[in-house]
């Protein structure tokens, strides 16, 4: 069993020191946003590419929390070789949506979109967290009317603070998925 969970993380690590970044191209309202499609594509590729015995999923499912049960996204890593897997639950926070103008959105979303669009969200990022996806500077932190989807830039003092809050976010998250035994 040792054998396969080092094969397996070996695996792992050369899928993230292999993954090109992903540039975020999808604009939402004041912010920009990496393409699932891309991100799966670019695994997908480099999975294939060093003929890694890699394959993934992931589904939303329920689990026990503390307080009951939780809506989570499960993302699991699997070997093909040696049928060893790894999984890691991503909690949804669906209670919280709101839909039509209590939410402030220009569209008028019904409750399975904004559900499905927080799956997507989770399935998106909790990707990006375990395999290290690198993308551009993200800016998102920067107020609206100084943003770059704006069409302006923003000052390199602002940038400088952006990128330092990106890195502590980055920091909790791996330390998070540390504690959990992600992948790690």
């Not at 080092?6 to 993230?16: G, H, K, S, V």
């Not at 946003?33 to 394959?55: R, T």
């Not at 290290?132 to 390199?156: F, H, L, Q, R, V």
Request: proline share 2%; with cysteine.
């Amino acid at each position: 069993m040792f054998q396969t969970k080092i094969d397996f993380l070996n695996d792992i690590d050369t899928l993230r020191m292999n993954l090109s970044r992903i540039d975020k191209s999808l604009k939402g309202d004041g912010y920009k946003y990496q393409d699932f499609n891309d991100i799966l594509e670019e695994i997908e590729n480099v999975i294939k590419k060093h003929n890694l015995k890699l394959g993934f999923w992931q589904f939303p499912t329920f689990v026990d929390g503390k307080n009951g049960e939780v809506t989570v996204v499960r993302t699991t890593f699997y070997s093909k070789s040696t049928e060893y897997e790894h999984s890691l639950n991503t909690l949804i926070f669906t209670e919280n949506l709101r839909w039509n103008t209590e939410n402030g959105s220009k569209n008028l979303n019904t409750m399975p979109q904004l559900v499905g669009s927080a799956i997507t969200y989770v399935k998106r990022y909790a990707l990006v967290a375990c395999l290290y996806i690198k993308s551009e500077m993200d800016i998102d932190a920067a107020p609206i009317y100084n943003n770059y989807e704006n069409g302006n830039s923003i000052t390199s003092k602002q940038a400088s603070v952006n990128q330092k809050q990106e890195q502590k976010k980055i920091s909790f998250i791996i330390t998070v998925f540390l504690k959990k035994r992600c992948l790690i």
